[in-house]
């Protein structure tokens, strides 16, 4: 899976990963299209990789939002790359 961001904001995800903020979740996207739209609304678009599988083989969970958009509660940084 992918999250969209603004590249500004590497940095904090790389030293606490993905926090659902005020948010509920974190919102993540199947495709890297999605990511990329996403991204764009803050600044100069970053397409971060989830490794969906290996936090689902680990126990975390995930719901699709009626939207297509895929949620789950925080994303360590052991789970996140970005090239």
């Known amino acids: 899976m992918y999250h969209g ?9 790389f030293q606490q990963g993905l926090v659902a903020g005020l948010r509920h979740y974190v919102p993540l996207s199947a495709d890297e299209a999605t990511a990329i ?7 100069k678009p970053g397409i971060l990789k989830i490794n969906a599988q ?15 958009v895929w949620l789950t509660k925080s994303v360590s940084v052991k789970y996140i790359s970005f090239n």
Not at 5 to 13: E, G, K, P, R, V
Not at 37 to 43: D, L, P
């Open 37 to 43: 739209k996403v991204g764009q609304r803050h600044g």
């Open 54 to 68: 290996l936090m689902h083989e680990q126990g975390f969970k995930f719901h699709q939002a009626d939207n297509g």
């Open 5 to 13: 961001i603004a590249t500004c904001f590497l940095d904090s995800i």
